[in-house]
Each structure stands twice: as structure tokens, then as C-alpha cells.
């Protein structure tokens, strides 16, 4: 008896939800977190992306830059990426791969969680 066996490549995951999903929804299971690429009807199977690169919304205003490298987690209260994990409250997104300025209201993610 194998020890494993493949199911999928892990770029998406298989998601049904109790309610219909936008896409671009974040979508956060426990310390995983996901984005619907495409619309999903309520009860009906789709998926979430949980790899890949994506343009996050962010705080605007002084003090709120995001470096290249940088951890990124999403604050799932204000819809938002965040350099603050909150004690574990906000979930492990990815790294910031292109440097956001005070102003920019969107931070580029490569997903890895």
C-alpha cells in the first residue's frame, strides 16, 4: 500500500462553498488561504488558487511601504495583506515580490503558504 497517493498538481485545491464567491475572493480555511479565480455558485464545486502571484489590496499612508522579501499575511477583518501576523490571527499569504510604497494601494504576492 503506497504511503501517498497524487491527487492534483496543488495549484488549486478543490472548494465548495455555502455561499456563492465572487472572483477574486479570498477565501481563508483554517491557516490556509485561497482565491477564487472564477465565480462559484453556493454549493457547487469549484476551486481556489493557492499558489501563483497576485495583486493584494493593502493600507495606504505613512508608515505602510512593503519591502521586496517581506512575509505577508492577510488580514481577513480589513481585506487586506499585512507585514502583521497578529499573533496568528492573520494567515501566512506569501512574500512580497515587487516593493509597494506608502501610497500604492496594492502589494504583488507570490502565494506560498
Known sequence: MPQATFVQDGMSIDYTPGAAVPAGEVVVQGELVGIAKFA???NAL?????????????????????????????????????????????????????????????VRVRMSQ
Request: one cysteine or more.
Open 40 to 42: 462559484i455558485a453556493a
Open 46 to 106: 469549484g476551486s481556489l488558487s493557492v499558489d501563483g502571484v497576485y495583486d493584494f489590496p493593502k493600507a495606504t499612508g505613512g508608515g505602510t511601504a512593503i519591502t521586496a522579501g517581506a512575509t505577508l499575511y492577510w488580514d481577513d477583518t480589513n481585506n487586506r495583506a499585512t507585514t502583521n501576523a497578529a499573533a496568528g490571527a492573520n494567515k501566512l499569504i506569501g512574500k512580497c515580490i515587487k516593493a509597494a510604497v506608502d501610497a500604492d494601494t496594492t
